[in-house]
């Protein structure tokens, strides 16, 4: 099927924070970017929907396909929508949260993702986009849901 609108239309892309609890320590996942834009700089995973899949759907595989993770229950809990968020191209985001309560989860990078690693949320690096506000978001967000 063809769609074709006179009108311009954004993307939509669904991001992923994963917290985890190591020790006394919450961190969360990063990847490294293997491609522009940000190429080299940490970000959530995540990426673009497809046209066939669910939010939710698109969340889970671009998690997996980043970092081999899976399982995980997602909560999606807010939209980001500003207008230069991505130099590429107007691009809409659902962001999604969840706890790996899994001490056995091996992290895999691939896909666009060059590597993936877990952070101090008290000692993250710079990200790319507008993922800083992403993560502060979703650290009320981890609060608010009792994970620590």
């Known amino acids: 099927m063809s769609f074709i609108y006179e ?3 954004p993307s939509v892309s669904a991001d992923a924070v994963i917290f ?3 020790n006394d320590n919450i961190e969360i996942l990063l990847i490294r ?3 522009p834009p940000f190429k080299d ?3 959530l995973p995540g990426g673009f929907v497809d046209m066939d899949e669910s939010l939710d759907t698109a969340a889970a595989r ?3 396909e980043e970092t081999g993770l899976d399982g995980i229950d ?3 809990f807010h939209a980001y929508g500003a207008v230069d968020r991505d130099p590429r191209h107007r691009t809409i985001s659902i962001a999604y949260a969840g706890l790996l309560t899994r001490s056995d989860a091996r992290l895999m990078a691939a896909d ?3 590597e993936a690693a877990w952070f101090d949320v008290n000692d993250l690096p710079e990200t790319g986009f507008d993922h800083a506000s992403i993560i502060q978001d979703a650290r009320t ?3 608010r849901m009792n994970w620590f």
Request: glycine share 0%; aromatic share 12%; proline share 4%.
């Open 7 to 9: 009108y311009p239309r």
């Open 20 to 22: 985890r609890k190591k």
């Open 33 to 35: 970017r293997s491609n």
């Open 41 to 43: 700089m940490w970000a």
């Open 62 to 64: 671009e998690l997996k």
């Open 74 to 76: 997602l909560h999606q």
């Open 112 to 114: 666009d993702a060059a």
């Open 141 to 143: 967000f981890a609060h």
